[in-house]
């Protein structure tokens, strides 16, 4: 019985999900990507850019516009389990700015893309 309950506790720690908030009234500073719902990130290309390679993710973005800059061309490999939610009442609007601006997602499963709107962005990505 032992063996069983350290072996569910050792799984259970394992697919835990790394969670990360975005508010567009908040900090910049790094340390927001852990500071949990009471310290969410205002930067929203540095939260993508920190989970882009880890998978069990969920990013629960407030109402708002969100801008990622001309270029910033951000590919998810091999991750699953990646959750972006719009979070509470309002629109969340993902603007790309310039040329080539966007996310793409690449040998990866489970990706699961909730109340966002993306204006204007598009990437390429060589085929696999």
Not at 47 to 62: C, G, M
Not at 98 to 123: D, K, P, Q
């Amino acid at each position: 019985m032992k063996s069983f309950l350290l072996i569910f506790l050792l799984v259970t720690a394992l697919e835990s999900a790394t969670v990360v908030y975005v508010s567009e009234n908040a900090s910049n500073d790094p340390s927001c990507l852990d500071g949990g719902e009471s310290q969410p990130c205002s930067n929203l290309t540095l939260v993508l850019d920190y989970i882009r390679s880890q998978s069990n993710t969920e990013v629960y973005i407030k109402p708002g516009h969100y801008v990622l800059s001309s270029n910033v061309k951000l590919t998810f490999e091999e991750v699953e389990n990646v959750l972006l939610k719009g979070d509470g009442e309002g629109t969340v609007d993902i603007i790309c700015e310039g040329y080539m601006s966007g996310l793409s997602f690449i040998n990866s499963s489970n990706i699961s893309i909730v109340g966002i709107s993306f204006v204007g962005c598009g990437t390429e990505h060589n085929s696999t």
